[in-house]
Structure formats: structure tokens, C-alpha cells
């Protein structure tokens, strides 16, 4: 039976998505219910497989492009000769705002050195996973990969501060699918070109950043409602930023119309996941209900 090498788990920003590139805190928590395992075998010919993917490292598609890449110099840095399979078997649904690119490049990196026994420390993981994580976002703020690799609840500031922190809040997450892919690279970018055009866009990250530190106070001091009302607010910001959509808006429109204490898209947007906060596991139930009513997948996370 073949054991995995590296297991990453999931991960959820609950505030502070697009603000975090520019300086402002976030907080990130794992999402240990979807998860990723990666296997390394020796083989002829460097092969990888993975969900979208089987068959020759060289010949894989656009996707794998930051893994391909991190793989290609990993070997050329260790002057690695041996020919490998590795195996990424993953749960964690793509490009939907859940950290599976993320989770995909920390696994990677932590899978290559193990299998190849070099020695390494936590910061070398984080370097490597960097570099296929460059190659998918563009200009990532390390929020994804901090939070995966600590794999505990994290407030964030790039490039300053990472502190892991508690979250006993005694509620329940709804997390729904729009079953659109998320555009994180281009929700990014298109960010950046508001910001160059009209100083007001930098007003709505000005916002994030207050509602990201008002939402830590409401977690420590477990005021649920305060922090679903902050949730609310971050959603109207990001909206304002556009990087919402009409399936984002719609589910964040159901969860409120159900007794959510409040709710908003998570991660790059345009696509992807959102999440709601629910104080009972009845209410987040009936949720969950009424999205897979709509065609919707979707998970409940205790936090
Ligand atoms: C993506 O999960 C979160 C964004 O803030 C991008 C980033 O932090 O790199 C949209």
C-alpha cells in the first residue's frame, strides 16, 4: 500500500480577501473536512497524475503549469537524475476559493523533500510552494499557503505578521458552491487596474482592512452577531471592488433571507465559494438545503 507523503487540507478566508495583497490583514481558517494527499513513486519517465491530469510531467496541460514548474527546478537545484510518478489525489474541489492550488503546491514541496530525504525546514516549503503559487496567482499575498501550511486559524498581514489564533466560536459555517470556477489571477488583476484608475476603489480596501481587525475583536469576544453584520459589510466592499457576481450575490442573498447572521463570497471571486454564518446547526442545515434546492454543492465547517 503506498503512503502518502504530504497531506494539506482546505482553507477559507472568512475576511479580507483582495485587501490582503495590499498590506491589510485577513483571517484565514483550514478547512480540515476536504483534503489532499500526494504520493511519489519511482518510474521510467517523470509522470504526474492528478484529477485533470495523467501522463508525462512535460506534456501536462496549462493547469499544472506552477506545479510543472516547481517540480522542473526542484530536480535542477537538488541535481535530482531519478524519474518519479507523483500522485496528487485531492477532494478539495478546483478553483472554487477553497485553497487547492495552495494546498496542491505546499504538498508538492513537502511530498519532493521527503521523498528525496533532503533536510528542510518549514521556510523552505513555504519558498518552494511560492514558486508554482507566483505562477497561478500572479501576485499572491502568501495568505493561502500560510494558513494551509499552519493549519490553524490565521491572522494575517503580508509579508509582517502571521499569528495563529483560536476560533471557538460555538457556530457553524455554510460554505456553498456556485459551481463556477473562481478567477483568483484575474479578480486580482482587475483589482489593481481599478485602484491605478480612481482613488476611490482604495477607500473599499481601506474598509476590508477596518472590517478585518473589527472581525477579530467579534471572534475573541465571541460576538456572533457583530461578526455576521462585519461579514455583510465585507461582501458590500467586495461587490464594490467587482469581484462579485449574480450566483456570489443571489446565495449570499439566500443565506441572509434564512436567518444567516451574515455572509459574503470567500477568496478571489467572480466564481467560486461563498460563506454564511449560521448560530445553529439547524439554521446552517436548512441552508445548506435550500442551495442543493438550486443545484449547489455545499459543506458545513463547526468553527
Ligand atoms: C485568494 O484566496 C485570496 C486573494 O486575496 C488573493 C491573495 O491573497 O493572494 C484574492
Not at 522542473?72 to 472554487?96: A, H, M, T
Not at 508538492?108 to 521556510?123: C, G, P, Q, S
Not at 483568483?184 to 472590517?211: A, F, W
Request: proline share 2%; charged share 25%; aromatic share 6%.
Amino acid at each position: 500500500m503506498k503512503n502518502s507523503l504530504a497531506t494539506s487540507h482546505g482553507k477559507i478566508i472568512l475576511i479580507g480577501e483582495h485587501s490582503v495583497v495590499y498590506g491589510k490583514p485577513a483571517i484565514a481558517i483550514p478547512l480540515k473536512s476536504v483534503s489532499l494527499d500526494v504520493y511519489i513513486e519511482q518510474s521510467d519517465k517523470n509522470h504526474i497524475q492528478c484529477k485533470f491530469f495523467e501522463g508525462e510531467l512535460c506534456e501536462s496541460s496549462e493547469d499544472l503549469i506552477g506545479i510543472k514548474t516547481l517540480i522542473e527546478k526542484f530536480f535542477e537545484e537538488f541535481n535530482i537524475e531519478k524519474n518519479i510518478k507523483i500522485i496528487i489525489e485531492s477532494d478539495i474541489p478546483n478553483e472554487r476559493g477553497m485553497g487547492s492550488s495552495a494546498a496542491s503546491s505546499v504538498g508538492v514541496a513537502r511530498a519532493l523533500f521527503n521523498y528525496f530525504d533532503i533536510k528542510h525546514t518549514e521556510e523552505d516549503i513555504l519558498e518552494w510552494a511560492n514558486i508554482s503559487e507566483k505562477i497561478i496567482h500572479g501576485n499572491p499575498s502568501g495568505i493561502d499557503i500560510n494558513v494551509i501550511m499552519n493549519n490553524k486559524s490565521v491572522y494575517f498581514i503580508r509579508d509582517k505578521k502571521i499569528e495563529t489564533f483560536p476560533i471557538n466560536l460555538d457556530a457553524y459555517l455554510v460554505i456553498g458552491d456556485t459551481g463556477i470556477k473562481g478567477k483568483t489571477k484575474e479578480t486580482v488583476s482587475d483589482v489593481k487596474t481599478l485602484l491605478d484608475k480612481d482613488t476611490k476603489y482604495m477607500g473599499y480596501i481601506e474598509n476590508l482592512s477596518i472590517l478585518s481587525d473589527e472581525a477579530k475583536k467579534y471572534i475573541e469576544n465571541k460576538e456572533l452577531e457583530n461578526l455576521g453584520n462585519t461579514m455583510n459589510k465585507a461582501h458590500e466592499n467586495l461587490q464594490k471592488l467587482e469581484v462579485s457576481s449574480r450566483s456570489l450575490d443571489e446565495m449570499v442573498n439566500i443565506a441572509n433571507q434564512n436567518k444567516a447572521l451574515g455572509a459574503k463570497l470567500t477568496g478571489g471571486g467572480r466564481g467560486g465559494c461563498m460563506i454564511a454564518l449560521c448560530s445553529t446547526l439547524e439554521i446552517a442545515n436548512n441552508i445548506k438545503e435550500k442551495f442543493e434546492e438550486i443545484g449547489k454543492e455545499v459543506w458545513i465547517s463547526k468553527i
